[in-house]
Every structure is written in C-alpha cells, then in structure tokens.
C-alpha cells in the first residue's frame, strides 16, 4: 500500500508530518524528531517533506507553535471563561488539567525537555509562563482579590500543576476528582458548592 502511494505522488500534508512530528517528540523527544525517521514512519520519501518545510528547523518551529495554540492560547481562554464565582473560575481551570484537549501534559512535558538545551526555546517558555500567570491573576482579580494576592495566587495555581507535570506524576481518574473541592478551596479560600462540584464532575465523566 505505501508503494501504491508513494507511486501516485503522495506527499502527504503538512499536518500530518507535523502530528507525526509530534507523536516523536512526546514518545521520544526533540533528538529524534528527524527527517528520515518521521519518513520512515509515515512511508514516505524523504524529499516529500520539502513540499511542505523548508527544512527541519521550520518543522521544529511547527510544534512551537502547536504547543502555544494547544497550551497557552487554550489556558487563557479558560481563565476568561464565563463563571459567576471564583470556585467556577478555578473549575474551568481545572478543566485543562484532566482535559488534553485543553491542555496537553505530554506536549507540555516534551517542550520543556527539549528547552533544558536550547536558549532559545527556554526564552520562548519564560514568556509563555508569564502570560498565563498573567490570565490567572487577571481571573482572580475579576472577583474583587488584591492584586499582590491574586499574583500569589496564580503563581500557587500554575506552579503546582507545572510541577505535576514535571514530576510525571499520574493519579488514577477518581482520586483525582475526589481531591478536586479541595484543591478549589485551597487555592481560591472559597468552598465550591455541591452544584458547582457537580458540574464539573459532569464535565469529566472519566
């Protein structure tokens, strides 16, 4: 079959060498992110790739962009989400953390592997940090915190899921949830409600 393919012209497309670029990175890190190996994955040739980037530095500056689009972009939005409490507000944050279509662990995990030797990237990242502990602190003060506060705050919130995620720590689904009312108390000194709980439970069947 990729004979057939490769036969009719098939190059594939630039999303699917950047997902295939991507399923490299999170399995095996940036080092392998390669031409010949992402090639060999897909059954395509080689040269199919320089239809879509100039070379692999462009692929590489592909899944930035993916990480900031799938990350950052989608962290702020839940920070800006509707809520008509402070408790909704951490919820719908807490949606990023047990939801990888809101925010991406392992995406997460990879970059910051990869920027441990690349200056460049580690600016990138500096940046990225500071606009979402931007938004968290922009959601705490909607509901009336002081500012040194809501920056303490926000800090406490982003801190403690980064180093989740850093550790590669891993719960099983229920645990988790069950610590959920806690962890919304402790990082707003707000108690959720029942209704409120629910909700996001119902959000996050498992």
């Known amino acids: 079959m990729r004979q057939m393919v490769q036969e009719r012209g098939w190059r594939g497309s630039a999303e699917l060498w950047l997902d295939a670029a991507y399923q490299v990175l999170v399995e095996s890190g940036v080092d392998q992110v390669k031409v010949g190996v992402l090639a060999e994955r897909l059954g395509l040739s080689r040269t199919s790739f320089y239809w879509h980037f100039a070379d692999r530095e462009a692929l590489l500056a592909g899944l930035i962009a993916r990480w900031q689009a799938q990350n950052t972009a989608k962290l702020v939005a839940q920070s800006e ?3 008509a409490t402070v408790s909704e507000a951490i919820l719908n944050i807490f949606d990023c953390w047990v939801d990888a279509s809101l925010f991406d662990s392992r995406l997460e995990f990879a970059i ?3 920027a441990l030797n690349d200056a460049g990237l580690e600016a990138t990242i500096a940046t990225a940090d500071a606009t979402r502990i931007a938004a968290l602190a922009a959601m705490f003060r909607r509901f009336a915190y002081a500012a040194d506060e809501a920056d303490i705050r926000a800090h406490t919130v982003y801190l403690t899921q980064i180093g989740y995620i850093s550790m ?3 719960e099983a689904h229920g645990p988790r949830m069950a610590r959920m009312r ?4 402790t990082f707003t000194g707000q108690l959720p409600t029942d209704a409120e709980i629910a909700a996001f439970l119902a959000r ?3």
Do not use: D, M, S
């Open 112 to 114: 910051r592997t990869w």
């Open 204 to 206: 996050h069947p498992g």
């Open 168 to 170: 590669r720590t891993t």
């Open 182 to 185: 806690a962890y919304a108390l």
């Open 81 to 83: 989400a509707p809520a």
